[in-house]
Structure formats: C-alpha cells, structure tokens
C-alpha cells in the first residue's frame, strides 16, 4: 500500500520560510511525477510545483523565484522549500505523486501566512 505523508506546515508571517516533506512508503516500482498542489478556501486545487516524468521541474508563475522543489530519490522524498511567502500563499499543500501510473495524494498540510 502506498502512502504519501507530508510534514513542515504551520503559521508564518509574511516574509518567512517554511520548508515542505513528502514522503511515499510501501510498494514503489517506479514514481512517474512527484510534487505539490495547494487548495485555498474556496479556490480550485492548484499546481504548485512538480518533477515531471522526464525529470525537469514546472511550477505555477506566482511562487517563481519563491519556491524551489527538490527531492531525495533514495529516500523517495519530495521537499518544497518556501522563501518570502506571503497571505496570498495561505492554503492546504497536498504532495502528489504519479506511481506505476496510478495518481496518489498525501493528506495535506495547512500553511497559513499572517500579514
């Protein structure tokens, strides 16, 4: 069974950092796409940033030169760091992660920014 869990959010204030972790568990034969999606109140889930399956990286234009993802293959790891964040980044972040071509989400993990 497979199992994505995250770790990191919390409550910041404008301008901070927070540092993301996804991990996946269980039964891995091959991850197809790992990355992050957030979901504020009321909004649609969005893209936040993702390795792709041809391994190079995308991300959403409004955390561009803000949030840089990286991953620790070994320990089938994705992380998210998060630099000058602001209100507007306020949302839950899932982890999300394509694996042997079935679609897998972590539970979530609240990031709130204060102004």
């Known amino acids: 069974q497979v199992r994505l869990v995250e770790s990191g959010g919390g409550l910041v204030q404008a301008g901070g950092s927070l540092r993301l972790s996804c991990e996946v568990s269980?039964?891995?034969?091959?991850?197809?796409?790992m990355g992050w999606y957030r979901q504020a109140p009321g909004k649609q889930r969005e893209l936040v940033a993702i390795?792709?399956?041809?391994?190079?990286?995308n991300y959403a234009d409004s955390v561009k030169g803000r949030f840089t993802i990286s991953r620790d293959n070994a320990k089938n790891t994705v992380f998210l760091q998060m630099n000058s964040l602001r209100p507007e980044d306020t949302a839950v972040y899932y982890c999300?992660?394509?694996?042997?071509?079935?679609?897998?989400w972590g539970q979530g993990t609240q990031v709130t920014v204060s102004s």
């Open positions: 999300h992660a394509v694996i042997s071509y079935v679609s897998y």
């Open positions: 390795f792709t399956s041809g391994g190079s990286t």
């Open positions: 269980g039964t891995i034969f091959s991850i197809n796409v």
